[in-house]
């Protein structure tokens, strides 16, 4: 499956307006699956729900990892 993401306003007459660019990548005569996110306070709700899953799946040896990335930025 191919995603193609933008950003957009609705109108008020309902309306999504495709910028051009993302337009192209879309093919012509073929069905959409269309799923809208919404910006606002209500993000902070999954963001704190996926915030909690990743920290479920850390383990200690996961640590190595950290040690790691502050090598690599002392280079």
């Known amino acids: ?4 993401e933008f950003e957009s306003e609705l109108s ?3 309306k999504i307006e495709v910028p051009p660019e993302a337009l192209r990548q879309l093919p012509s005569g073929e069905r959409l699956r269309v799923i809208v996110l919404l910006e606002g306070e209500e993000d ?3 963001e704190e729900f996926v915030r ?3 920290a479920d799946a850390y383990a200690p040896e996961d ?3 950290e040690s ?3 090598e690599t930025s002392e280079r």
Do not use: E, H, I
């Open 44 to 46: 902070s709700g999954w």
């Open 1 to 4: 499956m191919k995603a193609v």
């Open 68 to 70: 790691l990335m502050d």
């Open 63 to 65: 640590s190595v990892y």
């Open 12 to 14: 008020a007459t309902g």
């Open 52 to 54: 909690r899953k990743l």
